[in-house]
């Protein structure tokens, strides 16, 4: 899939890089399992630090699985070619998100399912 990505220049978080590649990886790894045609990355900072918002055009992600997705083991309905993994990722990304005093959290209400990450900014 195509990705666009939506980041100012100047747009630092008060979080190790490696830490935080650790958390992003399974959000845009999913991203793309999941997209029909696009993802998109959009950061922007905000009040509560630094939001990093990661989409994706392909099916919406239930209601009754938004929680689920982070429970340790869980994997969706991923009909995909390339489904791997234990259905980790989410699970660790958000707890590694909550030992930076961030949060990850996914919307199921926009017309796109739509994973935010929020950390402390820098």
Do not use: C, K, Y
């Not at 100012?8 to 978080?13: D, F, G, N, R, T």
Request: charged share 30%; hydrophobic share 45%; no cysteine.
């Amino acid at each position: 899939p195509a990705v666009r990505v939506s980041v100012p220049a100047q747009l630092a978080v008060g979080v190790e890089p490696d830490l935080v590649t650790r958390m992003l990886a399974p959000i845009l790894d999913n991203a793309r399992r999941f997209a029909d045609r696009e993802v998109d990355i959009g950061a922007r900072r905000t009040d509560a630090g630094v939001t990093v918002d990661v989409s994706n055009d392909g099916p919406r992600l239930a209601d009754e699985l938004a929680e689920r997705v982070f429970e340790p083991g869980f994997r969706g309905d991923d009909t995909t070619d390339d489904a791997t993994g234990a259905g980790l990722g989410l699970a660790l990304a958000r707890r590694l998100a909550h030992a930076a005093d961030g949060e990850l959290t996914v919307d199921t209400e926009a017309r796109r399912t739509t994973f935010r990450l929020i950390l402390p900014a820098g």
